[in-house]
């Protein structure tokens, strides 16, 4: 009869744990991207809100392997292994980026619009180079994906559910524009190819 009574307690705290579970936790649907996406952005800028500082990107392109599937049970969906950023720096000062490592682009919660959900982009490590200047940034950054258009808005200022952030760090010079452990806010609208559909699978 205890042995019983252990059991019903088990599945009781089994089912209670998955009632308790956020409704995102799920899994995610991803259709139409053929196994590898290219993003293009012409208005990439990095601000610091501390100094007001503003550092731009003429071009920024993306791309990485993500493959259609109506099995990906965690928010980690697709990479982004190659990248190419063009005339980027401040306004008075041209910057080499580089950057380092594979980034994961994540698949983070629904929105109120079926069409549109939550997305992330973390691993992020950029090293900023120019004239009496050189930071690295690291961390992540919040977005929206859209199916309606395969829109990809980044946007470190907008909502956040998953709580990235993107800061700097090793900052030589920079004529205390940029601080260590200082703020980097990100937006950009990137444009997909090809655009796909992804849907939370509840």
């Keep these: ?13 089994a089912a209670v744990a998955l009632t308790a579970s956020p ?37 920024h392109e993306m791309s990485g392997p993500m493959d259609d599937t109506t099995s ?13 950023l063009t005339n980027c720096g401040l306004p008075f000062s041209s910057f080499a980026v580089t950057v ?6 994540n698949a983070v919660a629904p929105t109120a619009d079926p069409d549109v959900n939550h997305v992330s982009i973390t691993g992020v490590h ?14 992540g950054v919040p977005g929206r994906y859209d199916n309606t258009d395969g829109t990809l808005s980044l946007d470190s200022a907008g909502s956040n559910p998953d709580g990235v952030g993107l800061t700097f760090s090793n900052v030589q010079g920079c004529l205390g ?13 990137y444009a997909t190819d090809p655009p796909y559909t992804l849907t939370h699978t509840p």
């Design 1 to 13: 009869m205890f042995k019983r009574l252990l059991t019903l307690a088990a599945g009781v705290a």
């Design 23 to 59: 409704a995102y936790a799920a899994g995610w649907t991803v259709s139409g991207a053929g196994g590898w996406v290219t993003y293009g952005s012409s208005d990439l800028t990095w601000t610091v809100p501390a100094s007001g500082a503003r550092f731009t990107c003429a071009y």
């Design 72 to 84: 990906h049970p965690g928010p980690d969906i697709g990479s982004i292994t190659d990248q190419t």
């Design 100 to 105: 380092v490592g594979q980034w994961r682009y």
């Design 126 to 139: 950029l090293i900023l180079s120019g004239l009496g200047c050189t930071a690295t940034i690291i961390g």
């Design 177 to 189: 524009l940029i601080q260590n452990g200082g703020v980097a806010n990100w937006t950009a609208r």
